[in-house]
């Protein structure tokens, strides 16, 4: 082939996909228009992937100094320490059975997790990852009610995971108050 009818085939070959690129978006528009947008499918329990909502990252910047009912330490029934900040209806926690973290290390006995959700009324829903602090691979989401009377939270349900979560119920540790600041020593002269 020569040069020239190259570039043409070319020319031709372009133009057409501009054609069709041009088309589809056509089409999609006056589809939009008239239907609506189309929403993404959300991935089902079945098909092994998990529904997370993320949008409880953006609750930290709303008002940073809040913290809510839940925010403290708790102790779960499967040895571990929970902390759990809340700020309005978003909750965080990092929870972990290591006892003496070496920094850095990876894989440590037991477990360390985190993780994001929110609280509507006494109903608490989180999805949950384990971190590679611990030596544990779970993940999933969970839903915990909180017993305001009693200071538990107690899980009513698991959503996927590759094992059932140790912490069922998780009691709230009554933290010892801070010690009042000493005052600095006066210099002598």
């Given at each position: 082939?020569?040069?020239?009818?190259?570039?043409?085939t070319l020319?031709?070959?372009?133009?057409?996909l501009a054609v069709?690129?041009?088309?589809c978006?056509?089409?999609?528009?006056?589809?939009?228009?008239e239907?609506?947008p189309?929403?993404?499918p959300?991935?089902s329990p079945g098909?092994?992937?998990?529904v997370?909502?993320?949008s409880?990252?953006?609750?930290a910047?709303?008002?940073?100094?809040?913290?809510?009912?839940l925010?403290?330490?708790?102790?779960?029934?499967?040895?571990?320490?929970?902390?759990?900040?809340?700020?309005?209806?978003?909750?965080?926690?990092f929870?972990?059975?290591v006892?003496?973290?070496?920094?850095?290390?990876?894989?440590?006995?037991?477990?360390?997790n985190?993780?994001?959700?929110?609280?509507?009324?006494?109903?608490?829903?989180?999805?949950?990852?384990?971190?590679?602090?611990?030596?544990?691979?779970n993940?999933?989401?969970?839903?915990?009610t909180?017993?305001?009377?009693?200071?538990?939270?107690?899980?009513?349900?698991?959503?996927g995971?590759?094992?059932?979560?140790?912490?069922?119920?998780?009691?709230r540790?009554?933290?010892?108050p801070?010690?009042?600041a000493?005052p600095?020593?006066?210099?002598?002269s």
């Open positions: 082939m020569t040069s020239s009818r190259r570039t043409a020319a031709v070959v372009l133009l057409f069709v690129v041009v088309g978006a056509t089409t999609l528009e006056r589809s939009q228009a239907n609506g189309s929403p993404s959300a991935p098909d092994g992937m998990a997370t909502d993320l409880a990252i953006g609750c910047r709303d008002d940073p100094a809040d913290e809510g009912e925010t403290g330490a708790w102790a779960g029934n499967d040895t571990g320490t929970y902390y759990i900040r809340q700020v309005g209806d978003c909750v965080w926690w929870g972990t059975e006892m003496d973290i070496a920094p850095g290390a990876t894989g440590q006995r037991g477990f360390a985190v993780a994001s959700g929110r609280i509507v009324g006494t109903q608490v829903d989180l999805e949950f990852a384990d971190v590679p602090l611990g030596d544990t691979v993940g999933g989401g969970l839903t915990f909180y017993d305001e009377a009693t200071g538990q939270l107690t899980l009513t349900e698991q959503r995971g590759r094992q059932p979560f140790g912490g069922t119920v998780l009691t540790i009554d933290s010892p801070s010690p009042a000493s600095s020593p006066s210099a002598s």
